[in-house]
């Protein structure tokens, strides 16, 4: 029996509440002071309950141009001259360990002030299937670009990677990968803003997939980010736990459980004693801005259970004035969009996979 269950009920509308979910669906509250919600309280719940904090105390950033001009050449890496590209090393140092990893930053050469793009992808060697650079660039978008593989392994090795020098696995608590993989994100922003490659108000952070939560978690947990491109993210990222179709917590804890904190597994199969959900964490985006997008044929994922989140999510912009997902009377169809809010929503046709389709979404969004 979980004990610190949050009894206060959100109330938001959604129109999938009573047909796909029960009439009496509830969620939990999101936290608050002084009547109003509260980021930093909801926020810190759901990453120490789901996916384990860093310690970032006595952690030194170095950075390093690792640029081979040579290599550039032969892979074509100015992609036709619409774009400069640099190689930097970020090296993550605490109490005498230390662990890098490269950023790929691509910025269009034909635009001033582009908005930029910290993505975390699967693959390292570019162009990618879910890092187009050149239409990038052609919209107008600059990318850095991190291999997520080297920041840790996606498994349960904790002795490689900024795992080794941040993470103490036996505690309770402890992060997980999708931590250190936002936590990456973090310190490659941060460098753009510092060195002013670019505004806060111009940076984003996106991913598919595992990648699609850890854009959703590095837009929470970090304001750097003026916002985040979620795509087919599911359980444990933009989709509601409680009454989920697919994959449910069980199945992703058993599977993958050094994605998340150790102290996640026991809300395997309780999903209604949760105290939170994963409205917490887009919430605590707010007020920025959510994009997301949703595969007609990825049930795993559960296209409802994530626009049921951010419909609930939405009543934490209305503390700050803003409308988070424009209300609707009827769940999308396959190919429609909710635009128009903060928190903007696509149901693509097809299957899970971060598709051009997906980015021409994104950049509508950017563009609006």
């Known amino acids: 029996m979980i004990n610190n269950v949050n009894s206060k009920r959100l109330y938001f509308k959604s129109p999938l509440i009573g047909n796909r979910y029960s009439e009496n669906f509830e969620l939990p509250d999101f936290l608050r002071e002084d009547g109003k919600f509260s980021r930093e309280k909801t926020l810190n719940k759901i990453v120490r309950e789901e996916y384990g904090e860093i310690d970032e105390s006595g952690v030194e950033i170095s950075v390093k141009d690792v640029t081979d001009e040579k290599f550039d050449i032969e892979y074509g890496y100015s992609f036709c001259g619409k774009s400069k590209h640099t190689a930097l090393e970020f090296r993550v140092t605490k109490n005498e360990k230390s662990a890098a990893f490269v950023a790929d930053l691509f910025i269009p050469t034909h635009v001033k002030n582009p908005n930029y793009v910290v993505q975390i992808d699967f693959m390292k060697n570019l162009p990618a299937k879910y890092c187009p650079v050149e239409e990038l660039m052609d919209g107008k978008i600059a990318v850095a ?31 997980g990968k999708l931590s250190l993989w936002a936590y990456a994100a973090k310190i490659v922003g941060e460098y753009l803003l510092k060195k002013m490659y670019t505004v806060k108000e111009k940076l984003y952070v996106a991913g598919h997939s595992r990648l699609g939560k850890t854009a959703l978690l590095a837009a929470a947990k970090y304001s750097i980010f003026a916002g985040c491109m979620v795509n087919c993210s599911g359980c444990s990222g933009a989709a509601i736990s409680r009454e989920k179709h697919g994959e449910t917590i069980k199945d992703i804890v058993d599977v993958f459980p050094f994605w998340f904190t150790p102290n996640y597994r026991k809300y395997s199969e309780k999903e209604n004693e949760m105290p939170f959900d994963q409205h917490y964490l887009m919430a605590a985006v707010a007020p920025r801005k959510v994009m997301i997008v949703a595969a007609s044929e990825d049930e795993w994922a559960d296209t409802d259970a994530q626009y049921l989140c951010a419909g609930a999510a939405s009543a934490a912009y209305k503390d700050f004035g803003l409308t988070g997902l424009c209300e609707r009377e009827k769940m999308l169809e396959i190919g429609e969009m909710n635009v128009g809010g903060e928190i903007s929503f696509f149901v693509r046709k097809g299957v899970h996979f971060f598709s051009r389709e997906d980015w021409a979404f994104y950049l509508d969004c950017l563009q609006a």
């Not at 670009?145 to 402890?174: C, K, P, Q």
């Open 145 to 175: 670009h991190l291999y997520y593989e080297e920041i840790s392994t996606d498994d349960g090795d904790f002795s490689n990677g900024i795992a080794s020098v941040l993470v103490n696995r036996s505690d309770e608590f402890s992060a």
